[in-house]
């Protein structure tokens, strides 16, 4: 089974700063049938959670401070400034057999 | 709009039983794979069962194999999970999810307690 990992648990950084969580799968999530990704960040708060699908591409509505980016086993999601409304619980999760990762909490220093 | 509504929550006994509906409207319900996904108290989401768009094939977690059903009745736009036997480490809100290759719209949830 694949086994994802986030790292770190939780992150407090200064508003406007940069934020950035790690995401690393126990095996490749792309798949050679489309050359695609399957990998997928979620925010938890209020509303639909879905953020970043395919590893990079952005939600309709998602600000585009928020950015996803790797291939393979190794994922980053980076918030380029963050803002109060960010504060959030984030996830990664590879949906080709749907794992998620632990979670990564995200708060204001 | 798309919409998900989870209903059937509440307080079980261990042991007991419960079966959880998920009311889908706002798309074309009967060509989606649905999934079921669970968060206990103060932990992470966990994924739970998913069943393809005709609910010819399941899946399920391992944490729950052997004690749960996922169902569908496509024409009432409607997913279910039956959740038997039930233990304390089951207690969580379940959220029932659309599935595009990722979860694209989820519901908001209803809690189950396992509990004496």
């Known amino acids: 089974d694949i086994v994802m990992t986030q790292s770190p648990d939780s992150l407090a950084v200064s508003l406007g700063e940069r934020a950035t969580i790690n995401c690393k799968s126990s095996?490749?999530?792309?798949?050679?049938?489309?050359?695609?990704?399957?990998l997928a960040w979620y925010q938890q708060k209020p509303g639909q959670p879905l953020f970043i699908y395919w590893a990079?591409?952005?939600?309709?509505g998602v600000p585009d401070r928020f950015s996803g980016s790797g291939s393979g086993t190794d994922f980053t999601l980076t918030i380029s400034s963050l803002q109060a409304e960010d504060v959030a619980v984030y996830y990664c999760?590879?949906?080709?057999?749907?794992?998620f990762g632990g979670g990564t909490k995200v708060e204001i220093k | 709009e798309v919409q998900l509504v989870e209903s059937g929550g509440g307080l079980v006994q261990p042991g007991g039983s419960l079966r959880l509906s998920c009311a889908a409207s706002?798309?074309?319900?009967?060509?989606?794979?649905m999934h079921w996904v669970r968060q206990a108290p103060g932990k992470g989401l966990v994924w739970v069962s998913r069943?393809?768009?005709?609910?010819?094939?399941?899946s399920h977690a391992d944490s729950v194999k052997g004690r749960i059903t996922i169902s569908r009745d496509n024409a009432k736009n409607s997913l279910f999970l039956q959740l038997n036997s039930l233990r304390p480490e089951d207690t969580a809100v379940y959220y029932c999810?659309?599935?595009?290759?990722?979860?694209?719209?989820w519901g908001q949830g209803t809690l189950v307690t396992v509990s004496s």
């Open positions: 999810a659309r599935s595009y290759y990722y979860n694209d719209y």
């Open positions: 706002g798309f074309t319900f009967s060509s989606y794979w």
């Open positions: 069943i393809n768009s005709d609910g010819s094939s399941t």
């Open positions: 095996q490749s999530v792309l798949y050679s049938s489309n050359n695609k990704n399957y």
């Open positions: 990079s591409t952005r939600e309709s």
């Open positions: 999760q590879q949906y080709y057999s749907t794992p």
